[in-house]
């Protein structure tokens, strides 16, 4: 699976647990941290939580497991980090506080409009 493949995957997982405002940044070509950003929001500490333990649990089932994961007690932001792929899920007054998308604005946004539903 490409890290493009598993950003979409991602997304999709996030999407169906209805995650909030689900983006995606390409950074390859501005830092070695990693391929792409997912990044989402949910609207309470338990869907914070929720949406992380269930990207978590898809993509063990996919055989792919976290190089780390951030955030989980206090789950106002956490992170996942599989290598290529670093997910982000924010409470969304963490996410407007931290403004990723600003902070890496000079990053190709991917187009996930074909896979995330409205």
């Not at 869907?47 to 792919?64: F, H, N, W």
Request: without cysteine; charged residues 30%; negative net charge.
């Amino acid at each position: 699976m490409t890290s493009l493949e598993l950003t979409y995957e991602v997304a999709k997982v996030l999407d169906e647990k209805k995650g909030i405002d689900i983006k995606a940044i390409k950074v390859q070509e501005l830092t070695s941290i990693g391929d792409y950003f997912v990044i989402a929001s949910g609207s309470s500490v338990p869907q914070v939580k929720a949406l992380a333990e269930e990207v978590e649990a898809k993509l063990s089932r996919m055989g792919l497991e976290p190089k780390r994961v951030e955030g989980s007690q206090t789950a106002s932001w956490i992170l996942l980090d599989y290598y290529d792929v670093i997910v982000h899920v924010f409470l969304e007054e963490t996410r407007e506080f931290y403004s990723l998308e600003r902070l890496w604005s000079d990053a190709e946004r991917v187009d996930l409009s074909k896979i995330l539903t409205d």
